[in-house]
C-alpha cells in the first residue's frame, strides 16, 4: 500500500500563487507516474499535470504557462507549484501516484485551493 498526504492548499486572491505537495509513504519503493488532479463542486474530477519518474511533464491546456509540476524522487515527493490563479481554479486538488510494485493508483484525500476574486 501507499499512502499520500497533500499539504499547500488554501485561499488566495486572483492573481496569487500557492504551492502544493505531496508526500508518498508506505511501499515507495517502485514510484512511476505521479499527478495532480482536480474536482470542482459539481464538475468530474479532471487531470491537472502529470509528470513521469524521468521528469517528462505534461499539462491540461488552462494551466499550461501558469503550473509547473515537479518530483523529488529521493523525497518520494510531487509538487505543483501555481502561479496566476484565477477563480477557476478553485477545487480540491487531488495527488496520484502509480505504483508499479502494487500495480495500482493511489490517491491522497486532497486539499482545497480557493481563489477569490
Known amino acids: 500500500q501507499v499512502q499520500l498526504v497533500e499539504s499547500g492548499g488554501g485561499l488566495v486572491q486572483s492573481g496569487g500563487s500557492l504551492r502544493l505537495s505531496c508526500v508518498a509513504s508506505?511501499?515507495?519503493?517502485?514510484?512511476?507516474?505521479m499527478g495532480w488532479y482536480r474536482q470542482a463542486p459539481g464538475k468530474q474530477r479532471e487531470m491537472v499535470a502529470t509528470?513521469?519518474?524521468?521528469?517528462?511533464?505534461h499539462y491540461e491546456d488552462s494551466v499550461k504557462g501558469r503550473f509547473t509540476i515537479s518530483r523529488d524522487n529521493a523525497m518520494h515527493t510531487v509538487y505543483l507549484q501555481m502561479n496566476t490563479l484565477k477563480p477557476e481554479d478553485t477545487a480540491v486538488y487531488y495527488c496520484?501516484?502509480?505504483?508499479?510494485?502494487?500495480?495500482?493508483?493511489?490517491w491522497g484525500e486532497g486539499t482545497q485551493v480557493t481563489v477569490s476574486t
Open positions: 509528470i513521469t519518474n524521468t521528469g517528462s511533464t
Open positions: 508506505g511501499r515507495i519503493f517502485s514510484l512511476g507516474l
Open positions: 496520484n501516484v502509480w505504483s508499479h510494485a502494487e500495480e495500482n493508483h493511489y
